[in-house]
């Protein structure tokens, strides 16, 4: 496709619930990025994938959260048990490598209830 | 720890005004990222500051970049409704691939 998609664009979940959430990067980008945004703030930097090597998890804030991504395409990422706090919209970025320009697809945003 | 910042947070003003927006960091880097956010949509790239003393220039937006100061700068001029939204300056982090990023700037543009 011409730019980064993600879906769900809404997904809305009772407190305790797995939800997961897709991207889909450009064409031939070889680095993933997640990110969440809380309302009205930055952004918050939870996990990068880079081909095939490691993904970098630092910025995952608890152990329910979690990501996947197979090869250079599509990146899942899972949060089990979700609380109130997990509020948000969950941002999906990819670029062609390593500390390049970012190219945003349209987000996600999670109503936990 | 790499800290960006942002000033103002939050901006009213009215069209056909001039103003900038300005972005420190902490630590030293030669580039420098720009990103528009519209209320309820996704990041949007402006301007990729490559080098000190770049400049670059889209419409009414011109943004530069001192490496040496640490800071860059986002110039609005004769503001337009148009160009409201909130604006967000990411410097590299540690590691080459991971931005830092300010907490953005919050600008209403009143007709």
């Known amino acids: 496709g011409a730019g980064v998609s993600q879906s769900p664009s809404n997904k809305v979940t009772e407190k305790g619930k797995d939800v997961e959430l897709r991207c889909d990067p450009i064409s031939g980008h070889t680095a993933l990025y997640w990110y969440r945004q809380r309302l009205g703030q930055g952004l918050e930097f939870l996990i990068y994938f880079q081909g095939n090597s490691a993904p970098d998890k630092s910025g995952l804030p608890s152990d329910r959260f979690s990501a996947e991504r197979t090869g250079e395409s599509v990146s899942t990422l899972t949060i089990q048990r979700t609380q109130q706090e997990d509020s948000a919209v969950y941002l999906c970025?990819?670029?062609?490598?390593?500390?390049?320009?970012?190219?945003f697809g349209p987000g996600t945003r999670l109503t936990v209830l | 720890e790499l800290k960006v910042e942002q000033n103002p947070l939050f901006l009213s003003m009215q069209e056909g005004k001039n103003y900038t927006i300005y972005c420190n960091y902490s630590?030293?880097?030669?580039?420098l990222y720009w990103y528009r956010q519209d209320p309820g949509k996704s990041l949007e790239s402006l301007f990729v500051?490559?080098?000190n003393g770049a400049v670059k220039q889209e419409g009414r937006l011109m943004a530069s970049l001192d490496t040496k100061a640490r800071l860059s700068t986002l110039h609005i001029t004769a503001a337009v409704h148009d160009l409201s939204a909130t604006y967000f300056c990411?410097?590299?982090?540690?590691?080459?691939?991971?931005?830092?990023w300010g907490a953005g700037t919050k600008l209403i543009i009143k007709p």
């Open positions: 500051l490559l080098s």
């Open positions: 970025a990819s670029s062609q490598t390593s500390g390049h320009e970012q190219f």
């Open positions: 990411a410097v590299p982090g540690d590691s080459n691939y991971q931005l830092i």
């Open positions: 630590t030293t880097s030669d580039r």
